[in-house]
């Protein structure tokens, strides 16, 4: 039996594809966390529509709007997770929402560069900067050592083609504002994990392997509810040894 993963999680982009399946089995495991706070940035419009009809089928979903690039959108969900939390702390921040690129050496431009670096790189950093009261909070609360998810963690989606050491044996499209995003984004990870270790906050990234997905395509060899059963194993089995690692879904470690 798989103990609760976490009191409450927190998943952002969570209306397709990762982080929409991360909330279904969130909510289907046998002991669900108490609070799943799924938040997209359009939580009760069209796009939202398959979120929609998950939480209406389980009341611990709360649809959370929030558009991770914008400030004011971040501290409009901080206070709607505050009070729904009733005083407690947030144990498990998920930062999933991100935005993929195909751009060349030939077709890349200056605006989309920027654009990728916004959503991949500052938004993880910022919904990170923003949440930390209620991951201290938790933290603090837990009344335990050490580090887990079920204590307090912050844990970024990134991507193996992020990495620097593998650059030159994965040979995929180039893609340069994707990989160059998420190797920065690895960066942020390693900071937090080193800044927060010693507030009792799991920091690490984690490579959700190449799925079929909106972003991943249906060329990925493996399924979005594969990819996240492994996930979840993994970051139910994280402890100290991993603050500022970078795992794949199957707990591998990956180079830098």
């Known amino acids: 039996m798989m103990a609760m993963l976490a009191q409450s999680v927190l998943v952002t982009g969570s209306n397709r594809g990762i982080g929409l399946e991360l909330v279904r089995q969130l ?3 046998p002991q669900p966390p108490q609070h799943i706070f799924a938040t997209c940035r359009d939580a009760t419009g069209p796009r939202g529509k398959a979120l929609q009809e998950l939480a209406a089928r389980h009341p611990n979903i709360k649809l959370i709007q929030l558009d991770t690039v914008d400030l004011p959108s971040i501290r409009g969900a901080v206070q709607a997770v505050e009070t729904h ?12 929402a991100g935005v993929g690129s195909q751009a060349t050496l030939q077709s890349v431009d200056a605006q989309e560069m920027l654009t990728t670096f916004a959503v991949n790189v500052v938004g993880p950093l910022q919904v990170a900067k923003e949440f930390l009261p209620l991951l201290e909070k938790a933290a603090k609360d837990a009344g335990t050592e050490g580090l887990s998810c079920s204590r307090a963690a912050i844990i970024n ?4 083609v992020g990495s620097i050491g593998l650059c030159l044996g994965v040979l995929e499209a180039p893609m340069y504002p994707y990989r160059a995003s998420k190797a920065a984004q690895n960066m942020v990870t390693r900071c937090l994990a080193a800044e927060l270790r010693d507030k009792g906050i799991l920091c690490a990234a984690i ?40 795992l794949d879904w199957e707990g591998n470690c990956l180079p830098w």
């Open 27 to 29: 909510a289907a495991s």
């Open 157 to 160: 989606m990134s991507s193996k």
């Open 207 to 246: 490579h959700p392997g190449w799925v079929k997905t909106d972003m991943g395509t249906e060329q990925a060899p493996m399924t979005v509810e594969r990819s996240m059963q492994g996930i979840l194993e993994v970051l139910g089995s994280l402890s100290q040894e991993a603050c500022g690692a970078f």
């Open 85 to 96: 939390l009733e005083g407690q702390g947030l144990n498990l921040l998920i930062n999933n």
